[in-house]
């Protein structure tokens, strides 16, 4: 049978293949990579620094801003020796702290606490100043005799910020004595005693949030009893299942605490990302169960690298070396990013990279005051492992060192004499993290 | 009784009467008029005929040979008909008692001036008589029995055009005058009030004698039974002569202003300024220029000669023994011109809406569409049944409202559509300021393109604009069943069919979900896609410039609310003439290219960024459309009905290509259908562009079409298809009357509510939304990207919703954003004060945004009535140096002529009226 094909069944031939491309056409294509967040230049980096007997302030960049604005607050007195954006500069401590705020694009500002806390601790201090306060957590304080740490909070913007605070200690969480609310006036600055937040605590932890305003939070830690010394505590970030926790090397007592601010026990896996032996679980350590809302100590075999802890559930986590005479406190640690991290070169400055992951390359470079470079160093970090270098390796009479490893993570021992300190390498705000801006969600 | 007792008395003793015929080019009727009066039972006394311009034809010879020499006499020619009978009554050879005036052009019953003498003797005060006057040649249908005027100066018989003369007004009364032709005046009237004025030559003269009998205190009747046959040789033009321009609306002008007395004299001058201007403005849209050079010409001759009306006016006083108010009962009602503008513009709009050409002449000619149908019954049937289009359009409104339960606030709104504002002013604003900043940011973009539409269309609803889209989407369903009913009077005889095709046509505009939705832009072209779809039929039929304009304005209109109408238009129409194999008129052209050029700039963007066509009238929100809603002729969305309800159309639709009687007309419809449904298809794969994300742009009116096309296929064979037998034709029959009782019943039991709404849901909380500040609203964190909208007040109303910024405005303002939630800063904040962001809405707070925001100095924390959101107030100053955006100051001007574009379109596309110039023949 022959079939005639005549024009008037065009008509719904058309019509059919319109409806099967209309049907496989996918109809319409989203493309994730749209919407994925952007990076911008940081345009201006505001940063406080906590005064203290025997403290000082080191400033410097990743390279040269515009303009710097460095203030003892609350009384807003000018520093001039911290007001040149080209320099790596210094400063002795005023007021009761510093603020600092320097612009440049992609300048990369930070600023870092050395020195020795004369009268607090009377130990080894070197620590970067704090950056704005979005959700900050602390791990380790303690309000007994004996243990004296200090939270403090500043404002160094123009108006009234606001904080909440929360507490934890070893048996649950805590309630916070009076209103868990701070609010400070422009430039102020507020030092809470643990004391004052609980009594009675050996171990707890603080967490700081910013509801208003800009806010900073440190605490300085120190102690003249089982603790002993004195440090200068950075913010941890937010818990997580994942934590690398700096980590001090040498002889003396070690603890890690921990905080599950969760609802529910989380059992955590304790590793060291060793130079040699890449990661291992430390021995005891392959489940440590952390009770819900509460803050847990356990103790820590002597170890020579950071700390990776893997939980089931969110925590977060403070390393405590306790030596002769000093304590080193030991704060998560995060990624470095592109434009790498800052750190000073004070007396015996210990430089450890390590990678939780594969294995890569980082680089330290070193520079003198006036940001000239002095000498680099490529270091391969094993996978899951990590790498030392002291800075004289990479060049003598270093001011700072930047350290630029994507996805590695840095930190640095101090020691002098028999003082020591531990500080993280933290990123550079060079850039930030802005989302992808779009229209269109009501009009067009 | 004696029947000799019965006679009038004036039977015994005759009056003297003068019977006095004006002729002036008169020739081709005086052959008859002179036998007529041969024929007269009662003679009068004398006769005298003025020849006026005795030169120009043969009319001397024909009343010499009648009349004898003596009774002739010659006027120069521009003689006046009052001056003709002066001078015809100088020439008499005695005096007069009545004067009888008669035209060459009249003949006259043979007991006429018998009937006349009966009643002009019936009583001591009736000066004047005048005969009922008949159409010749037709002698059926009536002219008038007397005649007044009105406070507009217009010529009042009271008579229906055409009414035939049955007796109905054959009954003596007093009247406040009669035509010159025929009348009968007693003289000593006729000299005591001077004559007919000589400032009325031609028209207007009877008037205004009649007039100053009646202020004299004589009485103006009629004699129903003296009958004269007219031919009113100068209104039919079958007697040449020059017309002079506003003559006849002069004389009305002149006639009233010389008679009115006090306030009356200085009301009626304003109102006949102001009266003429507007006459003026409607020759022109009725593009009758000669008329409105008349208008003008009237008012310069009256009023430039002052001291000619105060010398009538105290010629008049002088005569004057009556107060106005005494006669005013000779008057018409001070209403009657506005019923007979009410029926021109009732005509006017009908001529445009209707297939049929039609002349808007006569007054009270024709009646609503809804009753302009065949009767398919006896007369003694119900109403119901005599019309049942009518009555099925009746139940459409019916349903239509059960339907709009809960809408019956007179306003919708819905996520898709805009409030509308309080005032139509606020849409005129929108058109003519430099700045619009209801949509958010501040922007001087061109207005909306159907705000013109809006605007204008809104003005009757000045204050509540809010029951013009109401109206539209309520009623959309009767509304398109209308205009799909009178296109389908034009392209089939099957009545049955053609209103189940209208019903389907009507249900399906609700089908595609557009009226749930307030997709007005769908909406709108629906209704009005029959309208362009029978103007483009007879343009290409008869093509002329008139259908050229109508094909333009109403393509225009389509266009500017959904402009994938104009792709689907043009498309269907290059698809018509290839399947037609025409070359297509330069009318049809200039048609088209007339929308494209009245559309305006901001719809011309869209040949720059043509994902912008699929853009209507309304905020631009996406749906998820599937193959299948397409297919089913839905739109997607909520309130769409089911697509397989549509499936009897499409199976009617292939059907409808086997017969090969109407494969030509078929393939017409095919070809419309399937332009509809390529930029359906075409609309559903471009990204909406007001989200949600991943959605795709609204084709229901491209699905709409495609279904519609394919009815009208079915419908075109329905003739054919029935042939093929009678379970097959019931079979269709049930097949076709799937859709609209399904789709129907869809419509009535779900209801048009929801999203649509009486009122707009507030996008920001309400306190912020009262202080009618502009807030930026943040949606979404920063690792999937945030959303942002800035909303001024309650948001924008119908027609800011496509005001935006220029685009380097909007990626500025989005990466001030980016800035402040990456790293808030007091230079953000005073970003954003610029900008003119009072406010920023964050609806979840639970974002890694809002605890970025939160630390940006220069912001204060603010309640929200809404659990989870958080709201700042900008503390921030904006700076001095503002750059807010404005448009040129020409902008007004370049409105203005977009604005004279609509008009001259509109104009254009009404059917051009001649001016029926009601003038009396000398």
């Known amino acids: 049978m022959k079939i005639q094909i005549t024009p008037r069944f065009l008509a719904p031939v058309v019509a059919a293949a319109v409806i099967v491309v209309a049907a ?205 010394g004195s440090e200068l505590m950075t913010a941890s970030a937010a818990p997580a299942r994942e934590v690398v926790v700096a980590s001090a090397d040498g002889e003396g007592a070690r603890a890690l605490l921990m905080t599950n601010p969760g609802e529910e026990t989380a059992n955590v896996r304790v590793s060291a990302l060793g130079a040699d032996n890449g990661t291992y679980v430390l021995e005891g350590l392959d489940d440590v169960p952390v009770e819900p809302g509460t803050v847990a100590r356990v103790d820590l075999p002597a170890v020579d690298a950071p700390l990776l802890l893997s939980a089931d ?132 | 009784m004696d029947e000799e007792e019965q006679l009038p008395a004036w039977r015994s003793s005759p009056p003297r009467v003068v019977a006095v015929l004006v002729s002036r080019r008169g020739e081709r009727w005086l052959p008859q008029t002179l036998a007529s009066l041969a024929q007269l039972e009662h003679l009068p006394a004398e006769w005298v005929a003025v020849d006026v311009a005795p030169q120009e034809d043969a009319s001397g010879t024909l009343l010499r040979e009648a009349l004898g020499d003596a009774h002739v006499v010659e006027a120069p020619a521009g003689t006046g008909f009052g001056d003709a009978v002066r001078l015809g009554l100088e020439h008499a050879s005695g005096p007069a008692e009545w004067i009888w005036l008669l035209h060459d052009d009249a003949i006259v019953d043979p007991g006429a001036l018998t009937a006349l003498l009966d ?85 207007f003269d009877d008037v205004d004698f009649g007039w100053r009998v009646a202020r004299a205190g004589l009485r103006t009747r009629t004699a129903p039974p003296a009958v004269i046959f007219h031919a009113e040789a100068s209104a039919r033009r079958t007697r040449r002569r020059r017309v002079v321009a506003g003559e006849q609306r002069r004389a009305a002008v002149y006639t009233v202003l010389a008679n009115e007395t006090g306030f009356r004299f200085w009301w009626q001058s304003v109102r006949f300024v102001l009266g003429s201007l507007l006459r003026m403005i409607a020759d022109l849209v009725f593009k009758d220029t000669r008329g409105a050079r008349g208008e003008a010409a009237a008012l310069r001759s009256v009023f430039a000669a002052p001291r000619r009306m105060r010398g009538a006016r105290r010629d008049r006083a002088a005569t004057a023994t009556v107060a106005r108010r005494d006669i005013r009962h000779l008057f018409p009602s001070a209403w009657l011109p506005y019923q007979h503008g009410w029926d021109v513009m009732v005509e006017s709009v009908q001529a445009m809406v209707r297939p049929e050409a039609v002349q808007t002449l006569g007054r009270r000619a024709s009646s609503l569409d809804v009753l302009d149908e065949e009767i398919v019954v006896e007369d003694a049937d119900r109403w119901y049944r005599r019309y049942p289009w009518a009555t099925t359009l009746l139940v459409l409104v019916l349903l239509a409202l059960i339907a709009a339960r809960g809408l019956w606030t007179g306003s919708v709104a819905s996520p898709v559509l805009p409030a509308s504002p309080d005032s139509v002013a606020d849409w005129w604003r929108d058109l003519m300021a430099r700045t619009v900043d209801g949509a958010g940011l501040p ?117 500017v609310f959904a402009p994938a109408g104009f792709l689907i238009a043009i498309v269907a129409i290059a698809g018509l003439l290839i399947v037609a194999r025409l070359r297509p008129p330069r009318e049809l052209v200039a048609g088209v290219v007339a929308a494209a050029l009245v559309a305006g700039p901001s719809w011309w963007a869209r040949f720059l960024h043509p994902s912008l066509w699929w853009w209507e009238a309304g905020v631009p929100r996406g749906v998820d459309t599937t193959a299948l809603d397409i297919l089913g002729g839905l739109g997607g969305g909520p309130g769409a009905t089911l697509p397989w309800l549509s499936f009897g159309v499409l199976v009617l639709g292939v059907l409808a290509l086997v017969p090969r009687a109407t494969r030509y007309e078929v393939s017409v419809s095919w070809v419309v259908a399937l332009s509809g449904l390529v930029i359906a298809a075409i609309g559903m794969l471009v990204p909406a562009v007001a989200g949600p994300p991943g959605s795709s742009a609204w084709s229901g009116l491209g699905s709409a079409i495609w279904i519609a096309g394919l009815g009208t296929a079915a419908l075109l064979a329905a003739g054919e298809t029935a042939r093929a037998g009678r379970r097959v034709a019931l079979g269709l029959t049930v097949l076709a009357l799937v859709f609209p009782l399904g789709a129907g019943a869809w419509w009535v039991a779900r209801g048009i509510e929801g999203p649509l709404a009486s009122t707009a849901e507030p996008t920001v909380p309400a306190y912020l939304a009262d202080q009618d500040i502009t807030t930026l609203m943040v949606s979404g964190d920063i690792e999937d990207g945030v959303t942002i909208d800035v909303v001024h007040g309650r948001g924008p109303h119908l027609g800011q919703e496509t005001a935006r910024a220029a685009p380097e405005r909007r990626d500025d303002f989005a990466a001030v954003v980016a800035r402040l939630v990456a790293e808030p800063s007091s230079a953000s904040v005073q970003d954003l004060a610029d900008a003119g962001v009072q406010a920023i809405y964050l609806p979840d707070a639970s974002t890694d945004a809002a605890v970025r925001i939160s630390a940006a100095p220069g912001l204060a924390p603010a309640g929200s009535d809404r659990p989870g959101s958080r709201v700042w107030t900008v503390e921030v100053e904006p700076s001095d140096d503002i750059d807010t955006p404005e448009a040129s100051a020409a902008r007004p001007v370049l409105v203005g002529v977009w604005l004279l574009g609509w008009g001259a379109l509109a104009i254009g596309a009404i059917p051009g009226r001649g001016r029926a110039e009601q003038e009396e023949e000398l």
């Not at chain 1, 320099?87 to 300048?107: H, P």
């Not at chain 1, 707890?204 to 509801?211: E, G, W, Y």
């Not at chain 1, 070169?345 to 680089?363: C, I, K």
């Open chain 1, 24 to 228: 496989v056409v996918p109809s319409v294509s989203r493309d994730a990579d749209e919407r994925s967040p952007e990076t911008l230049d940081v345009d201006a980096t505001t940063y406080t620094c906590p005064s203290g007997d025997g403290l000082s302030v080191l400033a410097g960049q990743v390279s040269p801003g515009d303009s710097v604005s460095a203030r003892a607050l609350p009384d807003d007195a000018e520093i001039a020796d911290l007001e040149d954006p080209a320099d790596w500069r210094a400063a002795g401590s005023a007021g009761e702290a510093v603020a600092v705020t320097q612009t440049g694009s992609g300048s990369g500002a930070a600023g870092f606490v050395t020195g020795n806390a004369d009268g607090s601790g009377d130990g080894l201090v070197v620590a970067p100043c704090a950056t704005r306060a979005d959700d900050d957590w602390f791990t380790g304080l303690g309000a007994v005799d004996g243990h004296d740490s200090q939270l403090v909070i500043v404002n160094p913007g123009d108006g009234p910020a606001v904080v909440r605070l929360s507490a934890w200690g070893e048996s649950g969480a805590l309630a916070i004595a009076g209103d868990d609310t701070i609010t400070l006036d422009a430039g102020e600055v507020r030092r809470v005693a643990a004391s004052d937040l609980a009594a009675a605590e050996t171990t707890m932890a603080v967490r700081v949030q910013r509801l208003r305003g800009e806010a900073t939070a440190q605490v300085l830690d120190a102690g003249s009893s089982d603790v002993r």
């Open chain 1, 313 to 444: 559930q969110p925590v977060t986590a403070t390393s405590r070396w306790q030596g002769e005479n000093d304590l080193a406190l030991g704060t998560s640690l995060t990624a470095l990013e592109d434009r790498g991290a800052l750190l000073p070169v004070v007396a015996d400055t210990r430089l450890t990279v390590a990678s939780t992951g594969r294995a890569g390359q980082a680089t330290v470079e070193a520079f003198d005051t006036d940001m000239n470079s002095l000498g680099e160093q490529t270091l391969d970090i094993p996978e899951g492992g990590s790498l030392a270098i002291g800075a004289g390796e990479v060049a003598d009479g270093a001011a700072y060192l930047l350290v630029t490893g994507p996805g590695m993570y840095a930190q640095a021992r101090y020691a002098e004499g028999d003082g020591i300190a531990l500080a993280p390498v933290l990123a550079a705000p060079t850039a930030v993290l802005a989302p992808h801006v779009s229209w269109g969600g009501r009009w067009h």
């Open chain 2, 119 to 203: 009643e002009a003797t019936s009583a001591e005060d009736i000066a004047v008589v005048g005969p009922k006057i008949r159409e010749w040649p037709s002698l059926q249908r009536l002219l008038e029995v007397g005649r007044t005027v009105t406070g507009t100066g217009r010529l009042e018989t009271g008579l229906e055009p055409g009414e035939p003369d049955a007796g109905q007004h054959d009954w003596p009364r007093d009247v406040l005058a009669v035509n010159t032709a025929g009348m009968l005046v007693r003289n000593d009237a006729w000299e005591r009030l001077g004559g007919l004025d000589p400032a009325l030559p031609l028209f």
């Open chain 2, 443 to 559: 922007a001087s973009s061109w207005p909306a393109p159907y705000l013109p539409v809006i605007a204008l269309v809104g003005l009757p609803f000045a204050f509540a604009p809010g029951l013009l889209p109401w109206t539209i989407l309520v009623l959309a369903v009767p509304l398109a069943a209308m205009t799909a009913h009178r296109f389908g009077r034009l392209i089939t005889d099957h009545r049955v069919a053609r209103m189940i095709w209208a019903v389907s046509y009507g249900v399906l505009v609700a089908g595609t979900g557009a009226v749930a939705q307030g997709r007005l832009g769908t909406v709108v072209a629906l209704v009005l896609a029959p309208l362009l779809a029978n103007v483009v039929t007879h343009t290409l039929v008869t093509p002329s410039w008139t259908r050229a304009a109508q094909v333009g304005l109403w393509l225009a209109v389509v266009s």
